[in-house]
């Protein structure tokens, strides 16, 4: 076979078992939960309890199994040929690779426009985002009261209250009773409900150690169990009601709804925060047993006993410290003395070999005085006399011994050029041995 020209059109090349697998996550997906009405073929139940049948009309069929569980729920034995309406789930026996219907419910016809109300119910409150997985809101992990709506006469309040008192004898019940079934009961419920809510906290409380306060003399109720025993979608059918949902999805606290068996399904599942299989197991999830919580504080009292105790260890250590050193001040005293002594030795011995540094410097300096001295007067007298030498050089009358005179003027200024005197001047001439007056007859410039 010839590739694609184009490789980005090629298909994808898939392992067996991960098609079956994305099949299966399409199908769940795109149909599911579906209900379906056909005539049962080829029933059988094996020894697991597992039933297996096909469900099929004038144009297919679709094969079917129903596990032990949903199986256990039956009020009638399936015959071949009989019209039955079931809701399940559509998926793939991937072992085998075949479409299957796994069966949850399984009625004769007859209940399929029920069934369809609700599913167009479920579509439209889907739509509007009331089982927005967002607005589900977690249960409070210590609630002060624990709300409880349901029939006073009902099975499932005793199982309630039975797993209330076991697990958390020390939290307030408060039972807000309704009808469970009936025309009647859905206006029940909501006003059952409606009760609960006012007893809620105004804003949910931050710190579940702090005493619960009362509403009207009762406790706040920071959680509601909406319960109910087992039974046939007729039995049921008040917890579809739309404004059952609605009122549920207004609730100020979480709500946990425990209706039916572990495979029934009613609205108030969807629309509640969280949904129990059994009205036991709703109770177990709102009340954590109180030995739970005694450990837990146990343990939290045990490590703060440990901590106070190190700290305490640890002050006692240093008083016992302090305490030694003030028990025994003759011994600071002595070591106080020692350091002193220590000082004083350092001071001594060196003012002693300051002194001696300071003889020796003596002694060298005495020995050299006397040489220094007589170095000291010959380097003077060699410098007077290179002085005298240079003295007796510039003297002038050396120079008038020479043949030379020195003139000057009647008020004594020395004449050095003969354009400064003048015929008639009085002038005096000093020669080496005196001075003659002269009188100046005549000037010749060179």
């Known amino acids: 076979m010839s590739s694609p020209e184009n490789p980005a059109l090629a298909p994808r090349i898939w392992q067996v078992g991960a098609l079956c697998r994305a099949v299966a996550d399409a199908l769940e997906a795109r ?12 029933f ?27 199986a256990s729920l ?51 409150l889907e739509a509007e985002g009331l089982f927005d997985a967002a607005r589900k809101r977690p249960l ?9 709506v349901t029939s006073l006469g009902a099975a499932a309040l005793h199982d309630v209250v039975t797993a209330l008192q076991r697990r958390v004898p020390h939290i307030p019940v408060v039972v807000s009773p309704a009808a469970v079934q009936g025309a009647g009961a859905p206006g029940e419920l909501v006003r059952a409900l409606a009760s609960l809510y006012r007893l809620a906290p105004a804003e949910p409380a931050e710190k579940p150690e702090q005493p619960a306060p009362a509403v009207g003399g009762m406790s706040c109720v920071d959680v509601i169990l909406l319960v109910r025993g087992g039974g046939s979608m007729e039995d049921l059918w008040a917890f579809n009601d739309e404004q059952l949902a609605r009122t549920l999805a207004q609730s100020p606290v979480p709500v946990v709804c425990g209706v039916g068996h572990e495979t029934d399904f009613t609205m108030a599942d969807f629309v509640a925060d969280l949904r129990a299989p059994t009205p036991t197991a709703a109770a177990e999830l709102v009340a954590e047993p109180r030995d739970v919580w005694l450990g837990a504080l146990s343990l939290i009292g045990s490590r703060m006993g440990d ?28 070591r106080q003395q020692l350091q002193l002594a220590r000082h004083a030795q350092r001071l001594r011995y060196g003012v002693l ?28 007298q060699d410098r007077m006399a290179r002085i005298g030498l240079r003295l007796n050089a510039v003297d002038p009358h050396g120079v008038l011994r020479r043949g030379y005179a020195w003139l000057t003027d009647e008020a004594g200024h020395a004449i050095t050029s003969a354009q400064g005197t003048h015929p008639g001047q009085a002038v005096q001439a000093t020669l080496a041995d005196g001075t003659v007056d002269l009188t100046v007859t005549q000037r010749r410039l060179l």
């Open 353 to 380: 070999a300051r002194m001696a540094r300071l003889t020796g410097d003596w002694q060298r300096q005495s020995a050299d005085f006397p040489l220094k001295v007589e170095r000291r007067l010959r380097l003077e």
């Open 31 to 42: 149909f599911n939960p579906v209900a379906v009405r056909g005539e049962v073929s080829g």
């Open 74 to 124: 039956l009020d009638f034995v399936p015959r071949d040929g009989e019209l039955v309406e079931l809701r399940g789930r559509l998926g793939v026996y991937e072992a085998r690779g075949d479409l299957q219907l796994i069966v949850e419910s399984l009625q004769r016809a007859g209940q399929g426009a029920m069934f369809e109300q609700f599913l167009r119910l479920k579509a439209k």
């Open 140 to 148: 409070p992990p210590m609630p002060r009261a624990i709300g409880v």
């Open 44 to 70: 059988s139940r094996a020894s697991s309890g597992h039933c297996y049948f096909s469900i099929k009309d004038e144009t297919g069929q679709i094969r079917c199994a129903m596990f032990r569980r949903a």
């Open 307 to 334: 901590a106070v105790q190190r700290v305490l260890d640890t002050q006692s250590q240093r008083l016992d410290i302090a305490a030694s050193r003030l028990g025994r001040p003759s011994s600071l005293v002595t």
